[in-house]
């Protein structure tokens, strides 16, 4: 399902239209065998346990664990146990970028290693931090009528990324397993995302980020294959290509003032980019997929 399609099970006071929903404990059940695509997926478990399919892996979650799941990957939850406390966010691309202003904390990446869940423990203060900021977000969507709504539930989603993002800063200060696996490549691919995320609007080409990491683009290429499982053009091309969609389906902008605002140097060249990576236009793919 997609979120849209997932919204629509839920009260008004769940969420935004095509922005953000937030399931709160008591109304954990109705995602049971739900599968999620097309959003970020956020599950902190309180209590109990549930698993979760990841794509075609399955996995189990127990309390005080917080999961954060990509949105190029399908989730289904496949099982939740009676005792199932928990709060599951699901932002979309859109949303995220609003709510950072275009910035992706990089340290809340450094708990999701490409190549195994995204999976990060918590004790209970740290839980009950991330709780605190979950229930502003829940009472700013549930107040309606506030003039303000949609800026206070970017805040607090803001907010509770950048609580995540602190916990995972001390949890890397604190613990020794984690500071000896830390690798020079570790600080490459950091560093890679965070320039990716900064520059991907106006820097297409992997030279740029190689210079800017006083590194040559065959080793960086090197480097990001091996820790990511794709090229950096991949990594460049997939956000330029997922802010595209984005904007096609929730925005008013004219294709020609998407090719700019994503640096192409005319409407054929976006045209041919993104027709050559998803199978259809921009026009096509507005008409199939506009809310």
Known sequence: MTQSE???LFPDTNSIAERVLLVKPAQMRQLAGCSVEECRVFLLITEGAATLKIDSNE???G???LVDMLVWKPVTFVRLSDNLRAWCLMPNYLFTNESLNGMKP???ESFKDRHEV???PLDKEETATLVRQLELLEHSLADVD???RPELCRTYFRSFMLECGNLVQHKKKNTEETLRVETRQDMIIRSFLKLVWRYY??????EFYARQLNLSAKHLSRVVKERLGKTPYAVIRDEVLQQATEMLKLSKKSVQDIAIELHFSEM????KFFKKHTGMSPTDYRRQHSL
Request: hydrophobic share 45%; proline share 7%; charged share 20%.
């Open 6 to 8: 997932l919204i629509s």
């Open 59 to 61: 996995i189990e979650v």
């Open 63 to 65: 309390e005080n664990v």
């Open 106 to 108: 990089a340290d809340s």
């Open 118 to 120: 995204p999976m990060m």
């Open 146 to 148: 506030n003039f303000y």
């Open 201 to 206: 609007k106006s820097e297409h080409n992997v």
């Open 268 to 271: 054929p060249a976006f045209c």
